[in-house]
């Protein structure tokens, strides 16, 4: 497990010059800080004599993440919300833990591309291309096995094994989003017209409103 988190360290690295899609850093370093009156996009330097090294360092990653939910899965992010001297650099990642046959449903990173790497057990993986082509690309994955997914695209994963798996993700910003597709189309608040599902969906509106009853949990 150690020699794959340093493997990883060295990846993210390697995506965060390659892959980045956020603004390139002006200056060595520029540590988020709480917003003031004014909106940005991004955060807010800190004062780079008040930085400290704890600035840059998030502990935990190793720790595996509570999979009893409905999901069976738990996504351990890492990002600049979690350490703010990911600020300005392009780069953030997560920890992916699954219990038998848990799934990270359907979802889209707005802002990042994913590269995946199994640490534990197997999965199957896929993204689907934009319209109007609509492939599914998919494959299973071994421990030690690497996927990425494209920025924007739906993707998932799921548990295809017997026991419990984990798998590390680096994304290509200090922010990349998560946007699950059920909860933003069934349990956005206020609801989408149900009239608009059904016929986008091509189904009965009871079907719709017992979607949209149902509890869409985040990740």
């Given at each position: ?33 709480p917003?003031?009156?004014?909106f940005?996009?991004?955060q ?21 993440g ?6 069976g899965s ?7 919300a ?74 998932f ?13 680096a ?8 946007i ?16 608009v ?5 091509q189904?009965d ?6 979607l ?8």
């Amino acid at each position: 497990m150690a020699n794959m988190l340093y493997f990883m360290g060295f990846l993210a690295l390697s995506c965060s010059l390659t892959l980045a899609s956020d603004p390139s850093p002006l200056q060595d370093f520029c540590v988020a800080a709480p917003n003031g009156e004014v909106f940005v996009n991004g955060q807010f330097c800190k004062d780079p004599k008040l930085v400290t090294e704890n600035d840059f360092f998030f502990s935990g990653l190793n720790k595996p993440g509570n999979t009893a939910n409905p999901l069976g899965s738990k996504v351990t992010p890492v990002n600049v919300a979690q350490i703010p001297g990911l600020n300005t650099l392009g780069i953030s990642a997560a920890r992916i833990d699954f219990a038998p046959y848990g799934l990270n449903p359907p979802h889209i990173h707005p802002r990042g591309t994913e590269i995946l790497t199994v640490l534990e057990g197997t999965l199957y993986v896929g993204f689907v291309t934009s319209n109007t082509e609509n492939r599914l690309v998919t494959k299973v994955l071994q421990k030690g096995d690497v996927f990425v997914f494209p920025q924007g695209l739906i993707h998932f994963q799921r548990n295809a094994g017997y026991g419990n798996a984990v798998a590390i993700a680096a994304l290509s910003s200090q922010n990349p989003g998560v946007i699950t597709v059920a909860n933003s189309v069934f349990g956005s608040k206020p609801p989408i017209a149900d009239d608009v599902l059904a016929k986008a969906f091509q189904v009965d509106k009871s079907v719709v409103d017992h979607l949209q009853s149902q509890f869409w949990m985040d990740n």
